[in-house]
């Protein structure tokens, strides 16, 4: 079975502009959760999408937003982007619940590079 | 608040020792606790949780951690290390019941020397 796919896997841009980012998870799984990892941070919740639903969300501004359509696979947008969206950004599938009940599988990341 | 503190930022072992990495939580109720590897370049991988029940959790690649409630503790350990093992590592918390929002320890760093 194919793992967690995200494209794409690197991007540069430049502040102020918007990014799309993708994510298909395994076959059968329902639920996509994104994550943002950056070394000051570390590895924060975005939110989390099951069945096309936004069933939570992290403390992220509102430039960052995302969806889910009927085949599960996920985007996540970000828009007017500042040199701090500059991260790592992980996709994790599993398949119903979120991390509380269900083991989640991640993707490699989109390295994302804002100059 | 709710945190997740792994005191040891990053940690060297020759191969063939003894592993333990750290993971306190602060918590209100006991929640779901998990460790996760990260090697260079890669997402996390799943080594373990824990739900209830047995606090000594096995995992995978010989990993296990054990649930101190008394301690808010969740610590990973190996007998053994492997040059393999050098990656990063992750204590995750995730509050019992519902659908709740993930926390991240801030990570291990573990070097293995030969």
């Known amino acids: 079975k194919a793992g967690v796919t995200q494209t794409p896997r690197y991007l540069i841009k430049t502040r102020g502009q918007q990014v799309t980012l993708s994510c298909s998870p395994i076959?059968?799984?329902?639920?996509v959760s994104w994550y943002q990892q950056t070394p000051g941070q570390g590895l924060q919740f975005l939110f989390e999408?099951?069945?096309?639903?936004?069933?939570n969300k992290g403390n992220f501004p509102g430039r960052f937003s995302g969806r889910q359509f009927s085949n599960s696979r996920s985007e996540m947008n970000v828009s007017t982007l500042e040199l701090g969206d500059s991260a790592l950004y992980l996709c994790?599938?599993?398949?119903?619940?979120?991390?509380?009940?269900?083991?989640?599988?991640f993707g490699p990341g989109t390295r994302l590079t804002v100059l | 608040a709710q945190s997740v503190t792994q005191p040891d930022i990053h940690i060297t072992v020759s191969e063939g020792a003894s592993l333990e990495l750290r993971c306190n939580y602060s918590?209100?109720?006991?929640?779901?606790l998990f460790w996760y590897v990260q090697s260079p370049g890669q997402g996390l991988q799943l080594l373990l949780k824990?739900?209830?029940?047995?606090?000594l959790v096995q995992g995978i690649k010989g990993f296990e951690a054990e649930f101190k409630r008394s301690q808010s503790s969740f610590n990973l350990r190996k007998p053994s290390v492997h040059w393999s093992d050098a990656a990063e590592y992750f204590c995750?918390?995730?509050?019992?019941?519902?659908?709740?929002?993930?926390?991240f320890g801030t990570g291990t760093k573990l070097q293995v020397i030969p």
């Open positions: 995750a918390v995730v509050p019992s019941g519902g659908y709740q929002k993930v926390t």
């Open positions: 824990y739900f209830s029940g047995d606090t």
């Open positions: 999408y099951f069945s096309e639903t936004q069933r």
């Open positions: 994790a599938s599993s398949l119903e619940a979120g991390m509380g009940a269900d083991t989640q599988y």
């Open positions: 918590y209100g109720a006991t929640p779901y």
């Open positions: 076959s059968g799984h329902r639920s």
